[in-house]
């Protein structure tokens, strides 16, 4: 939903890959450009940075790709990726001047009818301990907080994990 609490219709979700969109430089800069603002907020820092062309390809291959255009611009884009009994949703990226437009609602929305197609009954993603105004905006969208993690080589807590179970 945007923020008048209405969907934005016009944006069109597409699949990433050989029969959808297939831009993989205009992805990277998606994800490299809406994680930015994480640089020198998380540590350790987000795996963005180890991203390439070559890695979404096979991303894309491995996993459902998701993008979100208006008027033909990429301006979201997420993976998805079935797991035993959830749908682990990751690299959730919108374009910094479309946010709050609905577009990671329809990213959402749109995996939520992957994961109920695949028998999944949740989606589930991580988010970083830091960022709190994304726990807040996930648990906005029906996510709740199920687990801390923590990443190699650290003994606090990084990460988030949250689940929404899908109806």
Same mark, same amino acid.
Request: aromatic share 6%.
């Given at each position: ?10 944006? +069109? ?16 800069d998606l994800i490299i450009g809406s994680f930015a603002?994480? +640089? ?8 963005? &940075? ?11 291959? +491995? ?7 208006? +008027? ?38 749109e995996a939520e009818t992957i994961a109920r197609t ?32 923590? &990443?190699?080589g650290f003994t606090r807590t990084t990460s988030i ?7």
């Amino acid at each position: 939903m945007n923020r008048n609490g209405s969907e934005d219709s016009s944006i +069109d979700i597409r699949r990433v890959g050989a029969a959808g969109y297939c831009d993989y430089e205009a992805l990277l800069d998606l994800i490299i450009g809406s994680f930015a603002y994480m +640089d020198g907020v998380i540590d350790p820092p987000s795996s963005a &940075h180890r991203l390439s062309v070559e890695g979404l390809r096979q991303k894309a291959l +491995d996993e459902i790709g998701l993008a979100a255009l208006l +008027d033909g611009r990429l301006v979201g884009c997420a993976f998805v990726k079935p797991e035993a009994r959830a749908l682990y949703v990751g690299k959730l990226a919108v374009a910094a001047d479309m946010q709050g437009h609905g577009i990671g609602y329809r990213l959402l929305t749109e995996a939520e009818t992957i994961a109920r197609t695949l028998g999944r009954d949740m989606l589930r993603l991580e988010t970083r301990i830091e960022l709190t105004s994304n726990h807040r905006r996930f648990a906005a969208w029906g996510f709740v907080r199920t687990a801390e993690n923590s &990443h190699p080589g650290f003994t606090r807590t990084t990460s988030i994990e949250m689940c929404k179970r899908l109806a």
